[in-house]
């Protein structure tokens, strides 16, 4: 597949040639979401715990006898109904966590870079190599391309300028080629890839 490489100030400068194996896929959005989804569980804490009735201090002595008050019969003034009673199943801490084989987490990632490219969603820059890590300039070379949506910078080695550069960018992530995740492509509706990165994506997806 041969896509075409654009500078800062989108004005193309070239070419290169990316493996169809990798960037021309076919869509398979069962795979991606089933990845998508494993990648969100993985990321919950599962620390959320609240108690149940049994768990609540106090409650122990009935409130008023079975019978003959005019009230609603009450065992406890830590059932449920009442204020400062325990929770109705209350949720415990769990792992939320889902095994994901390698082999398919490859082929969500090639899936959805693929779509990527497929629906020019995806520019290939020579360089976003900064003079200062500034805010501005990386504005300037998104505005450039007239990527006003949320998008994911693919850098190939940690850029240290381009990171600090984007990260007061709202809807701008920024991620290193050896970390990209399936989440990182599907979450953002633009993707802005240097080409040493796509290099690094097409090593990594070809040698795996």
């Known amino acids: 597949m041969l896509v075409n490489i654009y500078d800062k100030q989108a004005k193309e400068v070239g070419s290169m040639e990316l493996s169809d194996q ?3 896929r076919e869509y398979n959005e069962s795979i991606i979401h089933q990845c998508v989804v494993a990648q969100m569980n993985n990321m ?4 959320k715990s609240t108690l149940t009735r049994t768990e609540v201090r106090g409650g122990g ?5 079975q019978k003959g008050t005019g009230n609603a019969r009450q065992g406890s003034i830590r059932a449920p109904q009442w204020i400062k009673g325990g929770v109705v199943f209350a949720p415990k801490p769990r792992d939320f966590s889902q095994k994901v084989n390698k082999q398919m987490r490859r082929e969500a990632l090639k899936s959805a870079i693929s779509y990527k490219f497929a629906n020019s969603e995806a520019i290939v820059v020579d360089s976003l190599a900064l003079e200062a890590a500034k805010t501005k300039e990386m504005a300037t070379v998104l505005n450039n391309f007239n990527l006003d949506k ?4 693919v850098l190939g080695d940690h850029d ?3 990171v600090v550069a984007a990260r007061n960018i ?9 970390l990209l995740s399936v989440l990182d492509v599907v979450a953002n509706a633009k993707c802005l890839i240097t080409k040493e990165a796509a290099e690094q994506i097409e090593k990594n997806q070809l040698e795996a």
């Open 22 to 24: 990798v960037f021309a």
């Open 44 to 47: 919950r804490q599962g620390t």
């Open 61 to 65: 002595k009935k409130p008023w006898r």
């Open 150 to 153: 949320t998008v994911l910078i």
């Open 160 to 162: 240290e300028n381009a």
């Open 170 to 178: 709202p809807g701008v992530t920024t991620v290193n080629a050896n």
